[in-house]
T-cell receptor, first 114, second 110 residues
Framework: NAGVTQTPKFQVLKTGQSMTLQCAQDMNHNSMYWYRQDPGMGLRLIYYSASEGTTDKGEVPNGYNVSRLNKREFSLRLESAAPSQTSVYFC?????????????FGQGTRLTVV | AQSVTQPDIHITVSEGASLELRCNYSYGATPYLFWYVQSPGQGLQLLLKYFSGDTLVQGIKGFEAEFKRSQSSFNLRKPSVHWSDAAEYFCAVGLFKLSFGAGTTVTVRA
C-alpha cells in the first residue's frame, strides 16, 4: 500500500530558486494538507484542500502556493526560496475534513535553502 | 483558537519502565484528539485517537491515553517501554484542521 507519496525526499535550493513539491495519495481521500516541521515548533499548517477544486491558507502560507491538480495530487510550490523555508515538509490526507477521520502522512521532504 | 501544549521537550526513560507524556489542549468545543509518533527520518504514524465515548483510549504498540475534560488534558501512557519506543511524539487537536504540539522526544536507555 503506497498511501501518501511525496517527491522528492531531499532537495537543496539556492536562495531565489523555485521548486514544486509533489504529493499523491491513493486512498481516495478528499482532503489534503501541507505542513512544515521545524525543531521545537511541531507541525504547522501551510495550506490545505478540503476537497478537489478548493484550497485554503493555513497558519503559515506566506511564500508558498498550492495546486490541487486532481483528487489524488496536491502540490506545493515555492516561487522564490528563502533560507527561512529550510524545513521538513509533510503532506497528509484525510477521507473528509469534517468527520472524525485520521490523517495519513507522507515520509516528508527535507528542503535546505542556502 | 485551537492549540496544543506539550510541556516536556525531552524525556529519558529506562527500558521496562513506565512512560507518561503530557498534552494540554485548547479547543472551543468537544475536542478531537490524536497522538502521533515519528521515528527518525520517517513520517507520522497514528497511535490513537479520541472523538467521544470512553475517556480511556487504547492504541497501537501498547499505548493508551486518557481524556480529562476538566484538566483539558490528553496524556499518553505506556506501562513498559521498549527500546523501539524511542521516537518523537506529537499530540494534536482539531476537526477540520489539526493543530500539533511541539513534540516530546523520548530516549530509552538500556
Amino acid at each position: 500500500n503506497a498511501g501518501v507519496t511525496q517527491t522528492p525526499k531531499f532537495q537543496v535550493l539556492k536562495t531565489g530558486q523555485s521548486m514544486t513539491l509533489q504529493c499523491a495519495q491513493d486512498m481516495n481521500h478528499n482532503s489534503m494538507y501541507w505542513y512544515r516541521q521545524d525543531p521545537g515548533m511541531g507541525l504547522r499548517l501551510i495550506y490545505y484542500s478540503a476537497s478537489e477544486g478548493t484550497t485554503d491558507k493555513g497558519e503559515v502560507p506566506n511564500g508558498y502556493n498550492v495546486s490541487r491538480l486532481n483528487k489524488r495530487e496536491f502540490s506545493l510550490r515555492l516561487e522564490s526560496a528563502a533560507p527561512s523555508q529550510t524545513s521538513v515538509y509533510f503532506c497528509a490526507s484525510r477521507l473528509y475534513m469534517d468527520m472524525n477521520t485520521e490523517a495519513f502522512f507522507g515520509q516528508g521532504t527535507r528542503l535546505t535553502v542556502v | 483558537a485551537q492549540s496544543v501544549t506539550q510541556p516536556d521537550i525531552h524525556i529519558t526513560v529506562s527500558e521496562g519502565a513506565s512512560l507518561e507524556l503530557r498534552c494540554n489542549y485548547s479547543y472551543g468545543a468537544t475536542p478531537y484528539l490524536f497522538w502521533y509518533v515519528q521515528s527518525p527520518g520517517q513520517g507520522l504514524q497514528l497511535l490513537l485517537k479520541y472523538f467521544s465515548g470512553d475517556t480511556l483510549v487504547q492504541g497501537i504498540k501498547g499505548f493508551e491515553a486518557e481524556f480529562k475534560r476538566s484538566q483539558s488534558s490528553f496524556n499518553l501512557r505506556k506501562p513498559s517501554v521498549h527500546w523501539s519506543d524511542a521516537a518523537e511524539y506529537f499530540c494534536a487537536v482539531g476537526l477540520f484542521k489539526l493543530s500539533f504540539g511541539a513534540g516530546t522526544t523520548v530516549t530509552v536507555r538500556a
